[in-house]
């Protein structure tokens, strides 16, 4: 029954995902925010899916520890299921991502409709440069700037490197770090194509005030929050 869960969820998947980037593109006559308010219609279409089909819930606490106004949110990343969640759980948001996703049909082209930050991985400064710039004018348009600090998925109860970019950008901006942690790995790993049924639980961590700080620090804050709060989720 995994099997034939996950290959329905696949085929609908499949079938839904250009439907939805056909329709996105044709927001761009609408503002940054408003676009991404249609757009991010899919992400729970496809969380319904993973509930109906996959069995997989979720749950959230630390929703109080969402501000009111825009910040950086530094989320580990296990699995496709957050890329999802946070769009449903925190409001308006711009992703930082790399470029080349915006190349691949039909997903790409709706994506780039939701004003992502898209970074070339390896320019190196240049994309440092690019993600301080951009990411202050998605903040002052509004947007949460949710960032991936470890840059790709890691596998459940594996660490990653933490990368600093998130946090000078919250350093720079004067905005706080939100940071968060969940245990979708252990449903839907990393390049996964089974989803296990289950409950996935996301904790959402008090801001972390950037002021007087580096960006050093910052990130030590975070990650040593994410991972304590990731050995907690473990249990």
């Not at 007087?212 to 050995?231: C, S, V």
């Amino acid at each position: 029954m995994l099997v034939i869960r996950s290959l329905i969820f696949l085929l609908l998947q499949l079938l839904l995902t250009p439907v939805f980037s056909t329709l996105a593109i044709f927001t761009f006559p609408f503002s940054p925010l408003t676009r991404y308010r249609l757009i991010s219609s899919y992400a729970r279409t496809m969380l319904w899916l993973l509930r109906v089909v996959c069995g997989i819930r979720h749950q959230v606490s630390g929703m109080e520890n969402i501000p009111s106004a825009p910040c950086v949110v530094l989320c580990k990343h296990q699995s496709a299921w957050e890329t999802l969640a946070l769009q449903v759980i925190f409001p308006p948001q711009a992703w930082v991502l790399k470029r080349e996703l915006l190349w691949l049909p039909f997903f790409g082209w709706g994506l780039a409709m939701t004003s992502p930050i898209a970074i070339n991985r390896s320019d190196g400064k240049g994309a440092v440069k690019q993600l301080l710039k951009q990411g202050r004018h998605r903040l002052a348009q509004g947007f949460f700037v949710v960032i991936f600090p470890e840059g790709t998925r890691i596998p459940f109860g594996e660490r990653g490197k933490y990368k600093i970019g998130g946090a000078l950008l919250a350093a720079s901006a004067s905005v706080p770090v939100v940071p968060v942690a969940h245990n979708a790995g252990r449903l839907w790993g990393r390049n996964s194509f089974i989803k296990h049924p289950g409950m996935v639980t996301m904790s959402i961590g008090a801001p972390i005030a950037t002021q007087g700080l580096k960006a050093d620090e910052i990130n030590a804050r975070t990650e040593a929050w994410i991972e304590n709060e990731i050995r907690q989720l473990a249990h």
